[in-house]
């Protein structure tokens, strides 16, 4: 009865190593797939039963619709007429107060994976909120205050990078943290479950 139960558990245990990592894959690519199909999705199904005067819903077709979305998009950007009205929207934008930031934060962060160019300078530790603990901050400018250069370090929030802090340091409190921008993002963006 003993060896019984052991086996038991033994196999128990090994399938459950198998079977855990399977479940969480595909629960999580469940959820991106219909967290993407349903930004559009739910609109598409109300544009079905008003054409078709009945409830219809078909799975990945806003999902696709996006896809398209995303591709006339970039299609129309890299187009003269394109050009220009993106660069009226990013006017716009940049002038209502809480989009301008969410907005401005959010295009450097994907410039950051596009082309690995941002107005970061270069990723950094800083002693914050105390003295003791270290925050990984981002070098955005030096000026100079009554006489004192200083340096700009935005210290994001995780895992959302487009909220945060921009504060002053001293040179000599701004330390190398060994990491390039990009991977300092991801850092970030991970939560701290990306580390180099």
């Known amino acids: 009865m003993e060896k019984m139960v052991r086996h038991?558990?033994?196999?128990?245990?090994?399938?459950?190593?198998?079977?855990?990592?399977?479940?969480?894959?595909i629960f999580i690519l469940?959820?991106?797939?219909?967290?993407?199909?349903?930004i559009?999705?739910?609109y598409l199904d109300s544009i079905f039963s008003v054409v078709i005067h009945k409830d219809y819903h078909v799975?990945?077709?806003?999902?696709?619709?996006?896809?398209v979305v995303i591709y006339t998009t970039g299609v129309l950007a890299t187009n003269v007429m394109g050009t220009r009205i993106i660069k009226?929207?990013?006017?716009?934008l940049s002038r209502?107060?809480?989009?301008?930031?969410?907005?401005?934060?959010?295009?450097?962060?994907t410039q950051v994976f596009k082309e690995g160019k941002t107005s970061y300078r270069r990723a950094v530790f800083v002693e914050w909120p105390r003295v003791g603990v270290r925050a990984i901050g981002f070098v955005t400018g030096e000026v100079t205050r009554d006489g004192e250069p200083l340096v700009v370090v935005y210290i994001p929030t995780m895992p959302n990078p487009t909220s945060?802090?921009?504060?002053?340091?001293?040179?000599?409190?701004?330390?190398?943290?060994?990491?390039?921008?990009?991977?300092?993002?991801?850092?970030?963006?991970?939560?701290g479950a990306v580390v180099h």
């Open 88 to 92: 009226w929207w990013d006017q716009l």
């Open 30 to 38: 469940k959820f991106l797939f219909n967290f993407a199909d349903g």
């Open 59 to 67: 799975p990945g077709l806003g999902m696709l619709t996006g896809f």
């Open 96 to 109: 209502i107060p809480l989009v301008k930031s969410i907005y401005n934060s959010s295009k450097q962060l």
């Open 164 to 191: 945060g802090f921009a504060l002053f340091f001293r040179e000599s409190d701004v330390h190398d943290c060994g990491l390039t921008v990009e991977e300092a993002v991801k850092f970030v963006v991970s939560g």
């Open 40 to 42: 559009l999705g739910s």
């Open 8 to 25: 038991l558990k033994g196999k128990f245990i090994t399938g459950l190593f198998v079977v855990v990592p399977l479940g969480i894959t």
